[in-house]
């Protein structure tokens, strides 16, 4: 079984502050790698994504680093403010099942004022 | 445009009933999936159907069955509810990449 691993499982932030979450694939076969975000009572929705071919995208606050030799890549939010308090999840599709992603186990991030 | 729907947002189940979740998508999405989300465990696939007319099993399939009855609606059914089946289901639709979620049901099996 194919596996993505994300931590930590949950983070406190002062606002202001940079938010770090990790996640870890245990395979090469893998071809995109989507962040989604998931406020409380609500469905996941997509925040940003990135193809292994780059090794960092940045949209506003939100920058994704992606390091394909370590297997492994990372969600950094500057300057977290406290509407970023959410859940979040890493996610990786292979390439094997165009249809399927599968998803980190979720990060509860907390941005205190 | 309303995205993806599910009915019905919350449920509470006795031991051994049997209850269908519905979920239908407006934005012609080919692919639908049904998700549970537990503490500590992250989203997990039930199944999903990567086209009208084809189903497949995900990492959870044990307890549920599918239907897609057409490019719109993918159903989830349980059949025997078990309290091991408490838990928030998801239904998704995506075109390629991106999955487009739905608002959640919340089911509790007591």
């Known amino acids: 079984q194919q596996q993505v691993k994300q931590s930590p499982q949950s983070l406190i932030v002062q606002k202001g502050g940079i938010s770090i979450i990790n996640c870890a694939y245990e395979?090469?076969?893998?071809?995109?790698f989507p962040w989604y975000q998931q406020f409380p009572g609500k469905g996941p929705a997509l925040l940003i994504a990135?193809?292994?071919?780059?090794s960092e995208k940045k949209e506003g606050r939100f920058t994704i680093s992606f390091n394909k030799s370590a297997k492994q890549f990372s969600l950094h939010i500057m300057d977290s403010q406290p509407g970023d308090s959410a859940t979040y999840f890493c996610?990786?599709?292979?390439?094997?099942?165009?249809?399927?992603?599968?998803f980190g186990s979720g990060t509860r991030l907390s941005i205190r004022p | 445009n309303a995205g993806v729907t599910q009915t019905p947002k919350f449920q509470v189940l006795k031991t051994g009933q049997s209850m269908t979740l519905q979920c239908a998508q407006d934005?012609?999405?080919?692919?639908m999936y049904w998700y549970r989300q537990d503490p500590g465990m992250g989203l997990r696939l039930i199944y999903y159907?990567?086209?009208?007319?084809?189903?497949d099993k995900g990492e959870v399939p044990n307890g549920y069955n599918v239907s897609r009855l057409n490019k719109r609606e993918f159903s989830l059914r349980l059949e025997s509810a078990a309290p091991s089946q408490t838990s928030v289901y998801f239904c998704?639709?995506?075109?390629?990449?991106?999955?487009?979620f739905g608002p959640g049901t919340r089911l509790t099996v007591t």
């Open positions: 998704a639709s995506s075109a390629k990449y991106e999955q487009y």
């Open positions: 395979n090469t076969a893998f071809d995109y």
């Open positions: 990135i193809r292994p071919d780059v």
């Open positions: 996610a990786a599709r292979p390439y094997s099942s165009a249809s399927k992603i599968i």
């Open positions: 934005m012609n999405h080919n692919s």
């Open positions: 159907s990567a086209s009208e007319g084809t189903t």
